[in-house]
């Protein structure tokens, strides 16, 4: 972007089996300074289709963005699903690395094609949200193009903004964690349009692949787990989790929620039938699952898509809002606006504890997000920067972050394992890094007692080592619960992997690059100036008894530090 020119480059040897999260990091660390500033011109921003992407394989679809983050400071991978990646695949696109940036004030949209790169300085769309970005491109070019896009947040470089994906229906999809927009928005690169192509994905050994692929779907499809997602989504959790004592409520200060019943997983269900939205859809072709969802409002028009659980239950329960269509509202607008609805809501959570609203005023919450946010005021930047902003602006002590990114979903005094993950991952607080819901709550992979010491940091290393090798695939998370319980799963995605290439890759080659990632991010981190003392999570946790189980975290750090002894 510094000098407006775009080249195509052979993919160097040492990066031709990677892909996904996996080139993402290795590129980063290759090529960014770990000490450098996140929106600065030494940064770069990495798109990396996985390694099965643009294949027919089941829940193939997701993107991988990469780059030092803005507001962890550490190195940071966010994947989403959409069209882009299966469409970069196609075009022979192993990676697309946006590096400097331009001199002025102008701003750039990137049109790809087969034969690369062209940068057109763009007007139109700046400083509009996403939906309309959505409907200006469609009509310049196509709906068939792919796009990837930042809304006002990224422009102004607030820490939470996001990148969002176009779906097959034109709605939007999220890389949503690390304030990846901001990169973007730094880069002064608005949007990247990509144009559809009938090329194919080249298939070393397509019966091998066909066959692997058949074992493989099935084993998806037949899993109990992905059953209840298809059908309630993501958000089946809440009840779950509120049962388990788990659910974070009002500001991390209780595990339950009262109004749990009324933003549920079933009861959106069943709003979203009586108002004819869809309670199944596919966030990219192929996938199996299908725990995006049509959300519609009262008058059956679209509100929004891919709607969430930890999104609903930041919007919810951690803000004690329980309306589905207020926090509907609250997510249609976060899409627009560009921003990532777990740090945004949290930052909301840690607002209504400095006194900026009360708990459950899911109106003002709105209002918020359309009148200072999207505004770009001051309150709207210190809400656009996060959680840790808030409480810093603020005055408040009960912060729940790691690494300056917000804890989402599941309250770690409840849930060892997931508190172990938010603690020593490589990203700041993540659930996707190592879920390990699975094993503690849902009992898949077998069961560890989420109140106990006793498993957990082994679990939650076999789950980060996995997940880091899934990423790198182009697979959908959601795999994972199918591989943890078919014996039938793994070896075909291996298989798979194999049939594409030509190769023999083991389960223990798998393994082995799941393990590489993680140290290959702990490296960049570490060069940052990031130690084992920032493995921690936040004090309150140490000292205030969670309800139902009255617990708190107390599993001692040098237990937490025996994480990366591998």
Known sequence: MSTLT??????????LGLGGRGLT???????????????????????????LSGTVAANSGRLSIGAKSPLTGTIKEANAGGTAAQMLARLGCKALIIEGMPEGDAWYTLYMDKHGITIAEEKELVGKGNFAVVATVEARTSAKHGLITIGPAGEMKMLAANISIKDPDSHLRSNGRGGLGAVMGSKRVKCIVISP????????????????????????VDNPISQALGTYGTNVLV?????AGGLPTRNFTAGQFDGHEEISGETMHDMIVEREGKPKHNCHKG????????????????????????????MGADCCVDNLDCIAEADH??????????????????????????FGDGEGICRLLREEVAQGTPLGRIIGCGAASVGRAFGVTRVPVVKNQAIPAYDPRAIKGIGITYATSTQGADHTMGYTIAT????????????????????????????????????CLFIAFAALDDENCLPALIDMINARFGINLTADDV?????????????????AGFTSKHDRLPEFFYEEPLAPHNVVWDIPDEELDTFWNF
């Not at 607008?333 to 009360?358: F, H, K, Q």
Request: glycine share 8%.
């Open 333 to 358: 607008l976060m899409d627009d606006i560009g921003i990532d609805s777990i740090e945004t809501s949290v930052a909301m959570g840690v607002a209504m504890e400095g006194g900026l609203l009360e």
């Open 197 to 220: 192509t009938d090329d194919k994905v080249e298939i070393a050994n397509p019966e091998k692949f066909r066959e692997a692929n058949r074992a493989f779907t099935k084993a998806l």
């Open 25 to 51: 990091s290795t590129i980063v660390a290759e090529e960014v300074e770990p000490t450098c500033h996140p929106l600065g011109g030494k940064n770069k921003l990495i798109i990396a289709p996985g390694l």
């Open 440 to 475: 503690n709550i849902l009992g898949v992979g077998g069961s560890v007692d989420p109140l106990s010491h006793e498993g957990q940091v082994e679990l939650s290393r076999n789950l980060q080592i996995a997940t880091a090798a899934i990423d790198s695939t182009g697979m």
């Open 239 to 243: 009840n779950i989790i509120n049962e």
């Open 287 to 314: 996938c199996v699952i299908q725990c995006s969802q049509i959300f519609n409002d009262e008058k059956k028009n679209y509100k929004t898509s891919g709607f969430e659980y930890e999104s609903i239950w930041a």
């Open 511 to 527: 393994t082995n690059l799941g393990i590489n990632i993680l140290k290959t991010e702990r490296a960049f981190n570490e060069a």
């Open 6 to 15: 775009a080249t195509v480059e052979p993919v160097p040897e040492n990066w």
